[in-house]
């Protein structure tokens, strides 16, 4: 059974970094293309960002290009979501997917 546990989320001023982890259990790792998505009140959920299984590859959505880095750790089985120059429109619950699974969802809060 595959989990996602993802972490680093919080309260973060407009222009703040916060660095999101995602760790995963139960599945071959490597072999997985992940993205995190985020979905803030009233909206959909979107995609932010995704990478695939040896982590050559990526894509982002434009809203958050040259703002958020997504990486992977296949050894450590982590992936994450470096997030700098933080708006308050960057304010949701992030979370994790893998085909088949997503984590339970961390917040981020952008606010002065």
């Known amino acids: 059974q595959v989990q996602l546990v993802e972490s680093g989320g919080g309260l973060v001023q407009p222009g703040g970094s916060l660095r999101l982890s995602c760790a995963a259990s139960?599945?071959?790792?490597?072999?997985?293309?992940m993205g995190w998505y985020r979905q803030a009140p009233g909206k959909e959920r979107e995609l932010v960002a995704q990478i695939t299984g040896g982590g050559n590859l990526v894509n982002y959505a434009g809203s958050v290009k040259g703002r958020f880095t997504i990486s992977r750790d296949n050894a450590k089985k982590t992936m994450y979501l470096q997030m700098n120059s933080l708006k308050p429109e960057d304010t949701a619950v992030y979370y994790c997917?893998?085909?088949?699974?997503w984590g339970q969802g961390t917040q981020v809060t952008v606010s002065s």
């Open positions: 997917y893998l085909p088949g699974s």
């Open positions: 139960g599945t071959i790792f490597n072999r997985n293309g």
